[in-house]
């Protein structure tokens, strides 16, 4: 199979990796396996997080050295990636950043497992392996795998964060059956249930390990905030909760922006207010445009309290956001709010942090920047701010590339003008781009030269 090792001024990221690696064969070995996570226990509090040594040397190869020892996840993309890294930037398999994670005293290491069949339904740009009916590989091939490592005793006492595949539950709420932004792709995932299947599988499996915090995906404020997605998109969770084994007891929590741009607070306008034509909620706005939110705060916080109780959740779970490219700083950020007396419309685009050309759009977004550093309880109900998606690691390619495995989405083409997801605007994508995973050199000099906080 493909992987392309990214090689920087004659240094591998691998061989960069390997020089932690070697630590881990002097630790002795931890105590045997912990009491299963309870609901409500927040795994980042308090916890020092694993650095990924292969992101860590592209993000210093590139530039970033300021920055480089920021913690991010380890994606675990493809049955490959279990044992030889995700595809793109990475080289370590799982049992290496286990092993690793224990030679830097880590508490805690953040993981995604993403690769259920059918994946990305919506979309072209991450496309998975599996066909949509090989939901037995997936449950053989791909998590029991991962579970025989996470179960390893050596383990138990660092706290694995699971991110349960993004992008997939929402997708049977919003691209399915009726709506114009359906596909088929997603109408055949709901009918066969192999998403709730695997999730279901994914939670129930992996949560059995004392050590195992999952954290479902809920997409993010400019997809699921709207009335008509927001319940539903929780109810669709809590069968998953219960799915093949699983119950709400494996769950912990619930991931927000995931890999999406989407601004954690936006400090200077509020869905509440009423601007001159009146309030931005009630249409006037096309930013808003009926949405009950207007950052992801607002949105995860209301999502745990409100949508995931009212589904049968218990209640005292946490979320987390993804803030590794939400941060919408540099010369484009406004400093105030605009004219609340003048029109809804102006008043919202002038105001708003997040400058993406509309909320719908998620590829490669030009302007954006690094986020919140990763922050343990920063607010009530949220986990962590944390870095899920690697800074750098590209969304998708801005143009066709041949014999790519992933397919080609028009949303990563900047000279694309969207479709019904989008409400038929522009991409606002990079051009350039390499396929999704792969280094994108030009995507992270922009994230860090608009960072808010900025990069000291
Ligand atoms: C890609 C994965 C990659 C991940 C993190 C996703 O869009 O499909 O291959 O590991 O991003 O960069």
Known sequence: MRKS???????????????????AT??????????????GDNPYEGSQLYVNPDWQASATEAGGAAIADTPTAVWLDSIDAITSGSDGNNNMGLREHMDEALAQGADAIQIVTYNLPGRDCAALASRGELEPDQIDEYKTDFIDPIDAILEDPAYADLKVINIVEIDSLPNLITNVGDRETATPECDEMKANGNYVKGVGYNLGALGDNGNVYNYIDIGHHGWIGWDNNFQATADVLYEAANAEGASPEDVTGFAANTANYGATEEPYFSIDDVAGDGPIRE?????VDWNRYVDEL??????VTEAATAAGFPSGLGAIIDTSRNGWGGPERPTGPGDISGPGEDYVNDSRTDRRIHLGNWCNQAGAGLGERPTASPEPNIHAYAWIKPPGESDGASEEIPDDDKGFDRMCDP??????????????????APTSGHWFQAQFEELMANANPPVN
């Open 415 to 432: 000279t694309y003008e969207g479709n019904a997801r989008n409400q038929y605007n522009m991409s606002g994508a990079l051009d350039g």
């Open 298 to 303: 607002s949105f995860a916080q209301a999502f």
């Open 26 to 39: 002097s630790l002795s070995a931890p105590p045997a396996a912990a009491d299963v996570a309870a609901p």
């Open 5 to 23: 090792r990214k090689r920087v001024a004659g240094v591998s990221a691998a061989a960069l990796a390997g020089a932690g690696a070697l630590l």
């Open 283 to 287: 249409g006037n706005s096309s930013w």
